[in-house]
């Protein structure tokens, strides 16, 4: 299971820290990732960590978001800086299976609205 929180009402340029706890299985061993979707448009990876902690992030968001993951707690975290307002959208945790493919069914996504 996956659930992701921390979202909320911001200014553009403003920041926010999203967590995102999974159970066990849905994290041990897996490259994590942030998914977004905004409103109307598909769900796009927007950044990964790998168990190693090597880490990948789309060119829309690279140098403002950072992801991170603590294995002992089982979450992975994304804090999102200089916010703008196409940052707007649901955003939701999973594994990733391969590319950009989630692993597991959607959990709980949290809603990120960036004000301009």
């Known amino acids: 299971q996956l659930q992701a929180s921390g979202g909320g009402l911001v200014e553009a340029g403003g920041s926010l820290r999203l967590s995102c706890t999974a159970s066990g299985n849905s994290f041990r061993g897996n490259i994590m990732g942030w998914f977004r979707q905004p409103p109307g448009k598909t769900r796009d990876l927007v950044a990964f960590?790998?168990?190693?902690?090597?880490?990948n992030y789309a060119d829309s968001v690279k140098g403002r978001f950072t992801i991170s993951r603590d294995n002992a707690k089982n979450t992975v975290s994304l804090q999102m800086t200089n916010l703008k307002h196409e940052d707007t959208a649901v955003y939701y945790c999973?594994?990733?299976?391969?590319?950009?493919?989630?692993?597991?069914?959607w959990g709980q996504g949290t809603q990120v609205t960036v004000s301009s």
């Open positions: 999973n594994a990733i299976l391969a590319g950009t493919t989630p692993r597991f069914p």
């Open positions: 960590i790998t168990t190693g902690g090597t880490t």
